[in-house]
């Protein structure tokens, strides 16, 4: 019980983190969008893997979970400020 209340903690603390960096203005905008999308893989990876219980799971499950959040996260970073 203590495990989640500490993975709730850490994820309120970097939901926090993520809010500060998304609204700084800097000439290179995408420094604090790569931050954002790096804390927002993190966050992800911990719900899943305690609150979804996947740290129990076979290997392969959790590697094809990761794999998925980082190229998600790279897809999302690098076309994600293309206008049409």
Do not use: C, N
């Not at 203590?2 to 309120?12: G, S, W």
């Amino acid at each position: 019980m203590k495990r989640l209340i500490l993975i709730y903690l850490i994820l309120i603390i970097l939901t926090v983190v993520s809010a500060y960096f998304s609204g700084i203005g800097m000439d290179l905008a995408w420094i604090p969008a790569g931050i954002v999308m790096t804390l927002a893989v993190f966050k992800f990876i911990l719900v899943v893997m305690e609150y979804m219980e996947l740290r129990r799971a076979h290997g392969i499950w959790k590697f094809s979970v990761i794999l998925l959040a980082v190229v998600t996260a790279l897809i999302v970073g690098v076309f994600g400020g293309v206008q049409i």
